[in-house]
């Protein structure tokens, strides 16, 4: 089980957590052509390494922030929140 | 064997008893269950797997590939352990297997413990490397746990005799552990193996106590220091009982006083020496060491000399004989330039090939493993992150190299953890010269017939096997393990896949290297990963406050995700049938209730509440006023109906929503979401009210009159509180509040009340309708009610691709802003044409009830595959309509109204006529009563 660190709380367990996918996905709105609401519904990067995806303190302060993960080695970069960058991740 | 009149670590003040396949015996405290059949002269233990030849003990450890047991009897019985781990205990029920243990019926009584552990550096393994590096990184400051799988810390040195700082092995392994427990924060675990390698230096382990208990530690550093293991050497018949690893002979010898009378050991190393010397000394008659080096020299070779013991050199063991079962009583040595073999008569063959440092933890974190020439196996390259290696896993295989890597992965882990070390001495050893060895994978059979050459002694993979293998064209070692079958053994293939690999390497030039070990280390039962969180504890139960009242009902309940909430009341004698029929002629007829407190409940409250619900719900809800409440739902991004529910405007900047009970928790997540991470700019703020009021409906024909004789000061009157609107007040002298919402068509108030309250409110309002006839309904009676008002269940008459367009809710999908899933109710497949639509159904006879999920077809005689056309979702009796009837998802939908399609369910078919959804009070005449 993984270890994360909300940036309310501090480390805790996975299992308070859900998982909210690839993060730094922008709503693209109404208008959208096919193509770019395709893009957006359906299509997720899928990288070795580093990954900056959305997480939820859903058992704890309910939460939405952001970590980096590496997806190879499950090692955990740091969280930061919405309003930061992968950088500012701590 | 036979166990020795002095000596060993067992303590022979006391007895035990026990029982072998069914026969009684007696052990000694400190006997493992091996030593202890080895003592009662036992020496075949079970049989191979698939050549069912006699089998013995050949290890002192967990590499143990032959002596297998089921352990206790029942439910408790424990199939496929290892008689070399397990500690024989009194009224221990015992049973030989040919390695394949079997799972008996019953209930698992044990009651597994779980705990979680955090720790600066945790040292795996006990013996000499893991002692020093766990007291090393203690002095530093750290915090340490030191886990050994043995009840005794002290690893290789518990089967020798070696002298440190001038002490005596078992002298110093107890200085050690006395300095260890004197240490402000060290936890010693023993009998616990690692099992697991985590994420993020997380291992789990199992500690095999009264009751076993899996542990969950993570820890800044782990240090491996899990030694290594002897391997096995290939040749004819090296299956029988009596051939044992070298190392084990001096274990069973040192610890348990167990010898055999006549033994003969071939090996290509120096360290096998040790074993013929220890057997000397103890007065035991060692026949010869057979070594193929042509002049073994070194220290402990010359102490062989002076001790008289004859040396074959330049020999090997070629084969061996043994009695009518199968024991052995012989060795045949030949020299390696040929020439003719001798037969050695002898009841003990300690044979040595080598050691492989145990990798399997290192190898489960993806640790890159090297070739070392000179010890003829792989070591660790490097250790992974967060962990650091000792001792034999370095390539230290001599105790003084063991000492020194110890030290300096305790120092480099406490270091690492924040806590530096000081320099720690080097205890003193005796200094051994030691001669290069020489690795002896496999002697030919001089037969030819490699078929009793065994490779793999667990799963009984011969050498003819690999051939077999190479010769269909196996070239990975990944390859060779599934095809062969070797190291997919419960012991992982420890004592066999190096010698596989080198075997193969040999036919093929060129090397092959091991298949890869992976998670648990050794198997581990179901029991113990579950441990408490079984039957009552498996998940948790969610009752509502009104539970009570049901089960006095005598409620048949339905679990929905978490809650146990009612399905009927059935009366005495009554059918599930006769109890939904009598619930819902209730509900048109007179007056029926049901507990409606596990919907979800969601207090959304703030200046920008209306317009953060606008967005996510695609009916418009900024016109509502406050005091009403609207029928809304909402879509995922992609389009999909996801949740439906009752939206009730309490202020201006105040909602009551509700969810349907499954997706109480998803609909939460899904507005933080959206409020946090796309809107944050919104004033809104959210809470689960779920548990916090209790809901009961109130249906009915005869609703009005119950309510008003609860004790309510809320004006009833169909002007006063008209439909769709929500009101404060008193009910049963309780602080309520009451929504005029209808799921049945039928006149309906819920009223909620705070969650606490909601048994008295209950008890209340059954009390006022007593004379009225009024009966609990469940959630049967529910659906029945529902369907016939085509009243549609997300989930249910919806799947993961029906839009609101398809479930006919278009009606109420705004046209002037944008929602969460509206851009893609535009594209292309959303707006294709022949999408389902959710139609209702009458089968041609009344009486049958459809199956749901039945698939709808226009020809029943067609051939299969059948064009499908859509499928039957729900599907019920009604009392009312005097008929059976349905719901069903059907391409074209409103263009098919009138035509009939049939029903398949396996070879039957039943013609249905597809009709409007709403099959009773079209016209909405019975809502006010």
Known sequence: ???????????????????????????????????????????????????????????????????????MTSEIRGSYLTTEKPEDAR | ????????????????????????????????????????????????????????????????????????????????????????????????????????????????DRRTGHCDVLVIGGGPAGLLAALTAATAGARVILADQRPSLGGALLGDQDVIDGQEASAWIAAQEAALQAASEVRILRRTTAMVALDQNGMMLVERRGQPRLWQIRARQIILATGSLERPIVFQDNDRPGILLAAAVRRYLHQFALAPERTVVFTGNDDAYRTALDLVAAGQTVAAIVDPRPAPGGTLADRARAAGIRMITGSVVIGTDGDADGVLIAARVAPLAGGDAERIECDGLAVSGGFDPVLDLHHQRRGPTAWNESLATFVAADPVPGYQVAGALTGAFELAGCLRTGIEAGRAAAAAAGFPAGNTRVPDTAPIHVQPSVPIWQIPAPDEDEGRSFVDLHRDVTVAGVHRALGAGIRSAEHLKRYTLIGTGVEQGRTSKVNAGMLAARYQDGPMGTSSARPPVEPIAYSVLAGRARGAMFEPVRTTPIHPAHVAAGAVFENVGQWKRPRYYPRAGESMADAVQRECRAARRAVAMMDASTLGKIDVQGPDAAEFLERLYFNKIANLKPGRARYSAMCRLDGILFDDGVIMRLAEDRFFVTT????????????????????????????????????????????????????????????????????????????????????????????????????????????????????????????????????????????????????????????????????????????????????????????????????????????????????????????????????????????????????????????????????????GARRDG
């Open chain 1, 1 to 71: 089980m993984l270890q994360i660190r909300c940036p309310w709380c501090g480390p805790r367990e996975e299992n308070e957590f859900h998982y909210g996918g690839e993060a730094h996905i922008a709503y693209p709105g109404s208008d959208a052509d096919d193509a770019a609401w395709a893009k957006f519904l359906f299509y997720r990067n899928n990288p070795v390494g580093a990954f900056a995806e959305r997480w939820t303190h859903v058992a704890g302060c309910r939460r939405w922030f952001h970590v980096v993960r590496d997806t």
């Open chain 2, 1 to 112: 064997m036979k166990r020795l009149p002095t000596g060993g670590t067992i303590d022979r003040t006391r007895e035990l008893s026990f029982s072998w396949n069914g026969r009684p015996l007696r052990a000694h405290p400190g006997d493992t269950l091996a030593s202890a059949l080895l003592a009662n002269s036992i020496a075949v233990i079970g049989s191979g797997v698939s050549l069912k030849r006699p089998r013995g003990v050949m290890s002192a450890g967990a590499e143990e590939a032959h002596a297998f047991a089921q352990l206790g009897e029942g439910g408790a019985s424990e199939p496929l352990t290892r008689a070399t781990t397990v500690e024989v205990f009194e009224g221990l029920v015992a049973r030989g297997l040919s390695t394949k243990g079997v799972l008996e019926a019953g209930v698992d009584p044990s009651r597994p």
């Open chain 2, 660 to 923: 349907s009970t499954s997706h109480a928790g998803p609909v939460m997540e899904w507005m933080e979401e959206w409020l946090q991470t796309e809107w944050p700019d919104l004033r809104v703020w959210l809470t689960s009210i779920t548990e916090q009021w209790a809901t009961i409906a109130v249906v009915g024909p005869l609703a009005r009159t119950v309510l008003a004789a609860a004790d309510t000061d809320l004006d009833l009157s169909a002007s006063a509180f008209p439909f769709m609107t929500v009101r404060s007040g008193t009910v049963a002298g309780l602080a309520a509040q009451v929504a005029r919402v209808s799921f049945s068509g039928e006149l309906a108030f819920e009223v909620s009340v705070p969650g606490y309250r909601g048994e008295a409110l209950w008890n209340t309002l059954m009390a006022a309708g007593m004379p009225h006839g009024i009966t609990p309904y469940g959630l049967e009676a529910l659906s029945v009610l529902r369907a016939e008002k085509g009243f549609l269940i997300v989930g249910q008459d919806t799947d993961a691709s029906t839009t609101p367009v398809d479930a006919g809710l278009s009606w109420m999908m705004t046209k002037e802003r944008d929602f969460i899933g509206k851009r893609s109710l535009r594209r292309k497949a959303m707006v294709a044409p022949g999408r389902p639509r959710l139609v209702g159904f009458l089968p041609a006879d009344p009486a049958a009830v459809v199956l749901e999920g039945a698939q709808l077809v226009e020809d029943p005689a067609q051939a299969m595959p059948m064009t499908m056309i859509g499928h039957v979702t729900s599907s019920f009796w009604s009392t009312t309509l005097g008929r059976s009837f349905g719901l069903a998802m059907v391409k074209g939908g409103a263009e098919r109204l009138g035509h009939t399609l049939y029903a398949c369910t396996g070879s039957d078919s039943m013609a249905v006529t597809l009709v409007d959804p709403v099959f009773y009070d079209r016209e």
